[in-house]
Each structure stands twice: as structure tokens, then as C-alpha cells.
């Protein structure tokens, strides 16, 4: 299994409503895009300096099907949106062994 893991920071204008916005786009690319067999949004509570905005869990069952969702039209739909709202970004993609 290959697990996709980002974290955001959003831009303080409208924060909160890109944020839902954004948590929505990308939710709804688990049924748009074959690869992509799970994913989980997760939107930050804590207060601190260090801690990003959003975070998104995705895994997929080959390094070919995350090649195919990153390149995927329905994901850079919303990647182009993203990067209008979004100020930093940090990626970890990594092998689970079975």
C-alpha cells in the first residue's frame, strides 16, 4: 500500500471558508479518480506556531496509482484552486509493507 500524506497552510484571507471549500474538492475526488482507495481530510484545532492548517491522508495500492491521481485532470482541477489559498505545503509519500 502507498500512502500520500500533505499538510497545508492556508492565506488568512477568507481562511476558514477555503478551508471548507478545499476539504470539500478534495473529498470528492475518491469517487472521481479509480486509483485512489481512500482519504481522509483533517482540519487542525491546536493553536500553535508549528502546526499547519490541513492535513490530507490518501493511500492507494501502487505507486502507479498515485502517479495516476496526481497527473489525473480532476486533481489538478482542484490543485490549480489550491494553490490560490494556500501559502506552504509538505508532502511524505511512503510503502507500507504487506
Known sequence: MIVHIVFFKFDEENK??????????LEGLVSKIEPLKSMEVG???TDSPRAFDMSLYSTFDTKEGLKTY???DEHLKVLEFIKTVVSETKVVDYEVAS
Do not use: D, G, M, Q
Open 16 to 25: 476558514s471558508l477555503n478551508i471548507e471549500k478545499v476539504k470539500e474538492l
Open 43 to 45: 482540519v487542525n484545532f
Open 70 to 72: 496526481a497527473t489525473h
